[in-house]
């Protein structure tokens, strides 16, 4: 099975061949919990994402790979920040692409659907804020989180 492996700060990471933009959504329902996907690549716990395809606006994308991942229909309310740090590489062992990240993190409420996996998400459920730290996650994805539930009205750009 082809794997997803995130290199943060690592000197046996891979060297980048690609970048990609990216957009992640951190979907709330009216009880404030968040959409959560145990990824099948990993099997870390992420927020819903993936790449935006050319054709596209960014919020587009992030409605369509929600929609994709987790058969939730969302409507996008904001942003939480920019990701692009060159530390941050992710190596796709199905085809040797090794990406520097680059991602855009957006919010948005859920309108419509059940919870459903998919080819890319192994299990999806709502899941309590209180909850959301105890879960197994890449750093870069807890932090991503993190600044949507402590951090501050502006953006993250990094």
């Keep these: 099975m082809a794997k ?8 046996n990471a891979p060297t980048p061949n690609s970048l990609v933009p990216s957009v992640n959504v951190i979907v709330t329902n009216p009880a404030g919990d ?3 996907i145990r990824r099948t690549d990993n099997d870390n716990w992420a927020v819903p994402g993936g790449a935006i395809d050319l054709g596209e606006s960014i919020p587009q994308a992030a409605i369509r790979e929600t929609l994709e991942e987790t058969g939730i229909t969302c409507q996008i309310t904001g942003l939480v920040g920019t990701y692009s740090d060159p530390r941050h590489v992710i190596l796709y062992t199905s ?7 680059f991602s855009i993190v957006l919010t948005a409420r ?5 919870p459903t996996p998919s080819d890319e998400s192994r299990e999806v459920r709502w899941v309590p804020r209180e909850q959301v ?4 996650m890449d750093r870069s994805m807890r932090m991503r989180i993190e600044h949507f539930l402590t951090g501050p009205a502006m953006p993250y750009i990094g």
């Design 4 to 11: 997803r492996i995130d290199y943060y700060d690592d000197p």
């Design 34 to 36: 968040l959409l959560m």
């Design 95 to 101: 085809n040797g692409e090794a990406r520097q990240e």
């Design 110 to 114: 859920a309108i419509s659907g059940e």
């Design 133 to 136: 730290a105890s879960l197994r």
